[in-house]
């Protein structure tokens, strides 16, 4: 059984106003659907049975639309930031208890069309507390943040760029769950913030995807992922 996946969709989304001003960025319209909806259905379709929605921002209307997740073939709980936001480690710092010992953790703007499966069955044999799964970006899509060597991550740093990052982070990473027990609950961190120490330490497997992935988190991004599920690839 593949594991549960936590679902990072509490942020804001200031770079999509004016259109996220009333509705969370996890319900604008994509290809005639709430984004959600695309990304849940991906998820059920690779094997997926649970997923855990971390909401803040507008979260209220994100619950009610997705409900328990049975129309979608999956399980759906949530876990609300509270008065303050949690940032994405705190999120999931949040959300881990009903995770397991094992998860997924993935972006609430991304679409990825890599397999879970493997990525799972190579973290599960990797001996290591983490990984990330990267795409070899060159600058391609964004600024490249990481350094891959022989199966590990050796250098991750979402700010200060350097030549030899080729590699850019897919939106797909899969913990152990002790590796969040050094942070306090309710503290507010952002999971870069994790994933850097964690790599500092070489503890960060990576697997690389050999596909693009599609994201809303820009109008840029929000276009082409239209046009990508719009196509022969909305049934997904």
């Given at each position: 059984?593949?594991?549960p ?6 942020g804001?989304?200031?770079?999509l106003?004016p259109v996220t001003?009333k ?8 290809a ?11 998820l059920?379709?690779?094997?997926v049975s ?5 909401a803040?921002?507008l979260g209220?209307q ?5 409900g328990?997740?049975r129309r979608?073939?999956?399980?759906a709980?949530?876990v609300f930031?509270g008065d ?6 705190g999120?999931?710092?949040?959300a ?10 993935m972006y ?5 069309t890599?397999?879970f ?9 990797g001996g290591k507390p983490a ?11 964004d ?16 700010k200060?760029?350097t030549p ?5 982070d897919?939106?797909l990473?899969?913990?152990?769950k ?6 306090e ?7 870069s913030?994790?994933?850097g120490g964690?790599?500092?330490r070489g503890e960060?497997?990576?697997?690389q995807?050999?596909?693009r ?11 082409e992922?239209?046009?990508?599920l ?7």
């Amino acid at each position: 059984m593949t594991a549960p996946v936590i679902l990072l969709a509490g942020g804001e989304a200031t770079r999509l106003r004016p259109v996220t001003e009333k509705i969370p960025k996890s319900l604008v319209d994509v290809a005639g659907k709430p984004f959600i909806e695309h990304q849940l259905r991906l998820l059920a379709a690779n094997g997926v049975s649970r997923v855990i929605i971390c909401a803040g921002y507008l979260g209220a209307q994100l619950r009610d639309f997705v409900g328990d997740g049975r129309r979608y073939g999956l399980s759906a709980e949530f876990v609300f930031d509270g008065d303050k936001p949690l940032g994405t480690g705190g999120a999931v710092k949040k959300a881990a208890p009903l995770a397991g010992d094992i998860f997924f953790v993935m972006y609430g703007d991304s679409y990825l069309t890599e397999p879970f499966a493997p990525v799972e069955n190579y973290f599960r044999s990797g001996g290591k507390p983490a990984l990330m799964t990267v795409y070899e970006n060159r600058g391609k899509f964004d600024t490249g943040n990481m350094v891959l060597k022989d199966g590990t991550i050796v250098r991750y740093d979402k700010k200060t760029a350097t030549p030899d990052m080729h590699w850019i982070d897919y939106g797909l990473c899969m913990f152990r769950k002790e590796v969040l027990k050094l942070s306090e609950p309710g503290e507010r961190f952002d999971l870069s913030q994790l994933l850097g120490g964690l790599v500092l330490r070489g503890e960060v497997l990576g697997w690389q995807v050999k596909e693009r992935f599609y994201e809303i988190g820009s109008f840029k991004g929000l276009e082409e992922t239209r046009e990508y599920l719009g196509g022969n690839n909305g049934g997904r």
